[in-house]
């Protein structure tokens, strides 16, 4: 069977499986649904395939899936829906356990320590087919009871009478009898209802009468006909032990003082007798009885005081009891539901349990099961197949099954071969295990159908190693899936976008897989058409085919000006275009902006040690390099050239520039006596070789506007520039020398100065007096008007600094200026000439 092979393959998860979460398609996520369980073993994951009412198969994620049983070649699942929390539904398999149905909702469950989850549903051993579940709606926990594997679910009929004697007063549809099954609510409560194999028929557990069951009530309840009839045998929750199969019940009361007397009953809780199994009190902690189900040898385990050991008492039955039973000493019952039907999962079944008055051991080779009698097939023989549900599921008169209104009964499935015939659901299948013969036949009259050809639909490409992204000269593996659809007479078009195309039959039927090797770098689009008489699907897959990455290196201009654009280059290697995505981290931001391209241009709004950082990634692997970038309000930038006999030993990468920008730089210190952490020497990429000398502001002195001759530096470093005092020693007997790349040039200062504000306070003057004049010559009036004047570029160069007039007037200021604008009223002017 399929899932016995799933549960046999995932034996070592245990019942709890991997969470799954769960979509939002809860249109197409109803009542009843087939899933495929598939094992995976690679990732060790369960998938949920869930065939929609589109008819195609769509991966479904749920929240989580518990398997609660799977006795007599059925599963019982309870999944958790996208819109459920504390609840889960109780589904049910067919025999190949591949298509599943409903059987309750909302079944309550909890989550336990190490994220172990309970659901509150429970088999009663001994009898099959009976389960006990608490349901919970609008907060309201309920206990239902089922004989038939979850067909008909039905409330606990409640007792008349309590332990006392007096009436419940409980009556249905009101007030029903609700248990804690596998857990209770309050933690001082052990809530597990006990049942045995070999006492079949006996359940005994703690719960309350009312409308719902409520936490923090503990009332032991007593039932000996497998749920029928109940009765009250304490007010108190107790620890509860079966021995000598059912024959002998031991109860000792959970509480938190010590105790030293236990109950117990040899007819089936209607009486209790009491026995002090120890001289001195004992905290109480639990019972366990010796190996075997025909034991009367017990122990209770606890202590005497929170900080003693433990205290083990052992309590033996067997001289209580002369002699063992006779045949005799037994009768016989028979399994009834609550409805009274002897006729259960398609048979009679009557059972042996000890008469009341006979006090004797059953022993070991006693036999609960007595005669079984096959019954005639009823309409409560059958449940909804996959895709119809009842009305009313928790009435056992409502057995009429409707079809879903997403399900097409007459549907061909999915493996319906052209030519062959197939059957369609009449809505019923029989319940698994169910045993009964002849009478109502349910699924009779199945209406025949020829499988028509059918236009194939889900078609999947998919590679086996589940890498999209893969080597040159690397094999790779096409798996093609069709989900639905005609395959024996449907041929399927292979394109793989590198010239190879090829047309298959059968392609998807056989399983056969294509195996192919892209050589050259590139993305590819691997197409597979699929086409019958009936229509055609496509399915599409982009595969990248690419090299390592071997190299990356971030070239970027180590010293900037603040707000100034920059260029950040990365440089890979291999080059690989359109397949590498770059990521780029500026400063401490954790988010980073993404380009295909390999260079960003970006700005520095503050000043300081600025850090970047670029990752390259190219299909599976990634490299990183970070530089930092030093970020100042001022600084100058001298051109310099090299000689000739540079370019033939440049082999035009990071690393050789690094170190003669650091040569260059060290030399011009010795030389100048400047300090060498002020200077730094950038060689550009390419040819002819040529740098850039930064003049950096030392650390210690203050940041004041000054105009640019007064930096004696520049001075000093252009005298050993043009007196050919730089220079340094070239393998093959070559002499490097450093020179200014054009002598007549001045530096470029980054940044502002007072020599620009002085031109245009100078500039000022003279506009206000030209004005002046125009306004006193014409002596005109022009209200409204303004005048305008603009400095460029040009005329700035002309103009000399009033600062200084000596021998460095070469280094004036050059920059982008955009100009100044000076704005006057007239009226205003005219009025100052006057005054």
Not at 47 to 64: A, E, H, P
Not at 163 to 173: E, L, R, V
Not at 683 to 706: C, F, I, M, S
Not at 755 to 770: D, P, S
Request: proline share 5%; glycine share 6%; charged share 20%.
């Amino acid at each position: 069977m399929l899932f016995q092979s799933v549960i046999d393959s995932y034996a070592g998860l245990g019942k709890s499986f991997v969470s799954f979460f769960l979509s939002f398609f809860s249109l197409l996520f109803k009542k009843s649904f087939p899933i495929k369980v598939k094992a995976d073993h690679s990732f060790c994951t369960l998938m949920i395939l869930i065939f929609t009412k589109l008819s195609f198969c769509i991966l479904f994620f749920l929240q989580d899936l518990q398997i609660i049983s799977t006795d007599e070649n059925q599963v019982f699942v309870a999944v958790q829906e996208w819109y459920q929390t504390d609840t889960y539904n109780l589904y049910q398999s067919d025999p190949q356990g591949v298509y599943y149905s409903i059987l309750l909702e909302n079944v309550r469950s909890t989550k336990q320590p190490e994220e172990n989850v309970l659901i509150d549903i429970l088999e009663v051993r001994g009898v099959k087919g009976v389960f006990l579940a608490n349901q919970k709606i609008d907060g309201k926990v309920t206990t239902l009871i089922t004989y038939n594997k979850g067909r008909d679910w039905d409330f606990l009929n409640p007792p008349d009478i309590d332990m006392n004697g007096k009436p419940t007063n409980c009556k249905p549809p009101d007030c029903y009898l609700h248990l804690h099954l596998r857990w209770a609510d309050n933690p001082y409560v052990s809530g597990t209802v006990h049942t045995k194999d070999t006492a079949p028929g006996l359940i005994m557990g703690a719960g309350n009468l009312g409308s719902q069951l409520v936490e923090y009530k503990e009332e032991m309840y007593i039932t000996s006909d497998c749920g029928k009839t109940w009765r009250q045998v304490f007010e108190e929750e107790h620890h509860i032990l079966y021995l000598d199969h059912g024959g002998v019940i031991v109860a000792i009361k959970d509480t938190s003082i010590p105790l030293k007397i236990l109950k117990f009953s040899i007819d089936e809780g209607q009486t209790w007798s009491t026995h002090n199994f120890t001289s001195t009190s004992v905290f109480v902690d639990g019972l366990l009885s010796e190996p075997g189900d025909e034991t009367l040898v017990m122990t209770v385990f606890g202590h005497i005081s929170y900080r003693s050991d433990w205290e083990l008492v052992k309590v033996d039955f067997r001289p209580s009891f002369p002699r063992e039973c006779t045949d005799d000493d037994y009768e016989s019952w028979e399994l009834t539901n609550l409805q009274g039907d002897r006729c259960i999962m398609g048979q009679q079944r009557s059972f042996r349990k000890r008469k009341i008055s006979s006090w004797c051991i059953k022993g070991r080779s006693f036999t609960s099961a007595l005669t079984s009698k096959v019954c005639e097939c009823v309409n409560s023989d059958f449940l909804c197949d996959y895709g119809f549900e009842r009305s009313a599921p928790l009435k056992s008169e409502s057995s009429k099954c409707f079809a879903d209104f997403w399900f097409n009964p007459e549907a061909p499935p999915e493996d319906c071969v052209l030519g062959q015939a197939y059957t369609s659901s009449t809505g019923y299948r029989k319940v698994v295990s169910n045993v009964c013969e002849g009478g109502v036949d349910l699924q009779q009259n199945l209406a025949q159908h020829m499988c028509p050809s059918i236009a194939p639909k889900g078609l999947q490409v998919s590679i086996r190693e589940e890498s999209l992204a893969v080597k040159p000269g690397e094999d790779i593996t096409f798996v093609v899936r069709q989900e639905q659809g005609d395959t024996l007479n449907t041929k399927y078009q292979v394109d793989l976008g590198d010239g190879f195309k090829a047309i298959y039959v059968n392609l998807t039927m056989t399983g056969e897989p294509i195996r192919h090797r892209y050589e050259n770098p590139g993305i590819y689009r691997v197409s597979v058409k699929a086409e019958n008489v009936a229509g055609h699907d496509e399915a599409v897959v982009f595969v990248q085919v690419n090299s390592p990455l071997q190299a990356l290196n971030l070239e970027v201009v180590p010293v900037i000006g603040r707000n100034q654009e920059v260029n950040l280059t990365a440089i890979i290697l291999p080059k690989n275009p359109n397949l590498t995505v770059f990521y780029w981290w500026i400063g401490n931001n954790l988010q980073p902006l993404l380009t295909l391209e390999s260079f960003l241009v970006t700005k520095f709004a503050e000043t300081g040690d600025i850090r970047v950082t670029v990752q390259a990634s190219c299909g599976s692997s990634m490299l990183q390099d970070s530089k930092v970038v030093h970020v100042f309000d001022h600084f100058h930038v001298l051109p310099l050239k090299f000689t000739k006999h540079l370019d033939m030993y440049n082999p035009d990468i990071p690393e050789w520039r690094e170190d003669i920008g650091r040569v260059v730089t060290r030399l011009l210190a010795k030389e100048t006596n400047i300090p060498e952490e002020t200077l730094m020497t950038v060689v550009k990429p390419g040819l002819p070789t040529t740098a850039d000398l930064h003049v950096l502001l030392p650390a210690n002195q203050p940041k004041r506007k000054r105009s640019v001759t007064s930096d004696k530096r520049i001075a000093a470093i252009k005298q050993a520039l043009n007196a050919h005092n730089i220079s340094f020693f070239l393998r093959g007997g070559y002499w490097v020398l450093v020179t200014l790349a054009d002598s007549s040039s001045d530096s470029q200062r980054i940044g502002g100065g007072s020599g620009y504000w002085a031109i245009v306070v100078l500039f000022v003057i003279c506009l206000v007096a030209v004005g002046a004049f125009i306004l006193y010559k014409f002596k005109r009036k022009l209200p409204g008007r303004n005048v305008y004047a603009q400095m460029h570029n040009e005329k700035e160069q002309e103009m000399t600094s009033p600062v200084n007039h000596s021998e460095d007037t070469q280094n004036i200021i050059q920059g982008n200026h955009s100009g100044v604008v000076l704005s006057i009223n007239s009226r205003e002017m005219h009025s100052y000439l006057v005054s």
